[in-house]
């Protein structure tokens, strides 16, 4: 009898053009008439949208053809050169922006390396499970994962970052969750988390303000407001794409974090619909293809890739919708981003390689 061909990884390639396609379009609509006003190039971010693009396509492509233990043989080196991209942006090579050093400069592009770090932890973290599995709640063998995490943990909480950090600490604890960690260990760690956290509150008290004021201020934070007007002015239909003005002249990151107003001002309520229905397809696709998994390192490392863009769509729509805090997280593959789209393609990449035997 002829093995059908599953159907998830046709999905997953299917939504991610389309998401790209959309973001490439929207990236473009949000951002022209500001850089034509400041800098007279209208196309700048589109141009270097394309250009990430083909990157992402190459980089996405590489990791579907490498085979899955090889790449988990690059792993300590991966780690390692997470690690200390992590800490050089401590060492001076991190630029400042907005208050945060979370970007090493290569002159042509911005390098960030949070996004990295999660991809190659992940990989290591799905090595350790295959290995540790029977053992995962003996307390000396799981310390050196926990050891690894904490570093990684603190070093990007400390840029500061405390959303990346914490949708690092969640994907982590999910993986950990399913496969087996003694609830007691998964309790202690996030007691310790509750502690850091506060910690980095005291030393950053406008983050523990931000906080303070989403639960007591009755009032939209400005950026929100503005999204919400520019989603409002759409429609059913939208306004047709490069028509939606407002997001141009009012809305802060329109092209970036708030990109789903961007589409609504263009595209509509359908727009915006299409877009989350592929992204739950999206996701939808990498969790079936998890469960399908016998190998646990397969199995942990997508497991852990739905985890990163269910959380990550997550955060993105709940702060535009002002259902938590403003973050600053973007809308995987439809946000204007390299370091993202280019981590997010290996995480595609390496995904569709791991399903290759279903």
Not at 98 to 109: D, H
Not at 171 to 176: G, N, P, S, T
Not at 254 to 266: H, K, P, Q, R, V
Request: charged content about 10%.
């Amino acid at each position: 009898m002829t093995k059908h061909r599953a159907f998830e990884p046709i999905a997953i390639v299917f939504c991610v053009f389309i998401l790209v396609f959309i973001g490439l379009i929207e990236t473009w609509s949000a951002s022209n008439y500001f850089f034509f006003q400041h800098f007279n190039k209208p196309n700048f971010l589109l141009e270097r949208d394309i250009i990430y693009i083909i990157v992402s396509f190459f980089v996405g492509y590489f990791f579907y053809r490498l085979n899955p233990q090889k790449l988990r043989q690059l792993i300590p080196l991966l780690l390692s050169l997470a690690i200390v991209f992590l800490i050089a942006l401590h060492l001076g090579f991190g630029v400042n922006i907005r208050g945060a050093v979370r970007w090493i400069n290569f002159g042509i592009f911005s390098f960030e390396p949070t996004e990295f770090a999660r991809f190659a932890f992940i990989l290591y973290l799905a090595d350790f499970i295959d290995r540790k599995y029977e053992h995962l709640n003996n307390l000396s063998v799981f310390l050196p994962l926990f050891l690894v995490f904490a570093v990684i943990t603190l070093l990007i909480i400390s840029q500061p970052d405390i959303g990346g950090a914490f949708l690092f600490a969640i994907v982590v604890l999910c993986v950990l969750y399913i496969f087996g960690l003694r609830f007691s260990y998964i309790g202690i760690i996030l007691i310790l988390g509750v502690i850091l956290f506060s910690s980095v509150f005291l030393i950053h008290p406008e983050r523990l303000e931000r906080v303070i004021s989403f639960l007591h201020n009755h009032n939209l934070p400005y950026q929100v407001h503005q999204g919400f007007v520019a989603l409002a002015g759409g429609g059913l239909f939208g306004r047709g794409i490069g028509n939606g003005s407002f997001k141009s002249l009012f809305l802060p990151d329109a092209y970036n974090d708030f990109i789903i107003a961007s589409i609504g001002e263009d595209l509509g309520f359908f727009g915006v619909s299409l877009v989350v229905i592929l992204l739950f397809l999206l996701v939808y696709s990498i969790f079936s293809i998890a469960t399908k998994l016998d190998d646990y390192y397969e199995k942990a490392f997508v497991f852990a890739a739905g985890f990163v863009f269910s959380i990550q769509i997550l955060i993105n729509l709940f702060s535009v919708f002002h259902i938590i805090p403003t973050k600053g997280t973007v809308l995987p593959l439809v946000s204007y981003g390299g370091s993202s789209l280019v981590v997010n393609a290996m995480f595609i990449g390496a995904t569709l390689s791991m399903s290759r035997k279903l």
